[in-house]
């Protein structure tokens, strides 16, 4: 499965949605920490873009999730390694690569760094700073469902310190902000 294909299948299923921006979100944050550890960055990117690709039909049914994305990617012939981060990232598979514990550890900061972005005046990343992730970070009310520690545990699970993860997800979001609806606000 290569990324058009990839792209197809999972805007065919999420449309122009919310999700569907999600998993563009994942997906340059999983190539941006590719690129940081030397590793293929068009597989990573793949996990990233297609990990909920059954969300939508399993949001009522979580239980369902990423079980029901892993057989829809295994008829699609995806790479063993992408269906198992799939699986990893909503606790159905054991995370024993690094590309599975990176998704498990995009899938929230990702949520969480558009949340930080849409209270800003300019609604965009553009002007987004670490210093104020991490202030939101502190606020348990701010984003309540976000696992913090689930992002934290990018330096447990990467070895990355949270400062440098954030400052990655965050250039990388930031490098497709149109895309992700997170421009400059309208007038």
Not at 71 to 96: F, P, W, Y
Not at 142 to 156: G, L, M, T, Y
Request: proline content about 2%; aromatic content about 4%.
């Amino acid at each position: 499965m290569n990324r058009d294909e990839a792209y197809n299948l999972v805007f065919d299923r999420l449309g122009d949605s919310p999700t569907m921006a999600h998993c563009l979100a994942c997906e340059a944050c999983m190539r941006a920490l590719a690129d940081r550890f030397g590793e293929d960055a068009a597989m990573w990117g793949l996990s990233g873009l297609v990990h909920d690709i059954d969300l939508d039909e399993c949001h009522s049914d979580m239980e369902r999730h990423a079980l029901v994305g892993a057989e829809i990617l295994n008829s699609h012939g995806a790479d063993d390694a992408v269906v198992q981060a799939v699986l990893g990232h909503n606790n159905k598979a054991e995370r024993t690569s690094r590309m599975a514990k990176a998704l498990w550890v995009v899938d929230p900061t990702t949520g969480f760094i558009t949340a930080a972005a849409l209270i800003r005046p300019s609604r965009s990343t553009s002007d987004l700073t670490i210093k104020s992730i991490k202030k939101r970070m502190k606020d348990k009310r701010f984003a309540a469902a976000v696992n913090r520690d689930q992002i934290r545990a990018c330096e447990k699970e990467l070895g990355i310190e949270l400062n440098e993860f954030l400052q990655i997800c965050l250039q990388a979001m930031d490098g497709i902000r149109d895309q992700l609806k997170l421009g400059i606000a309208q007038e």
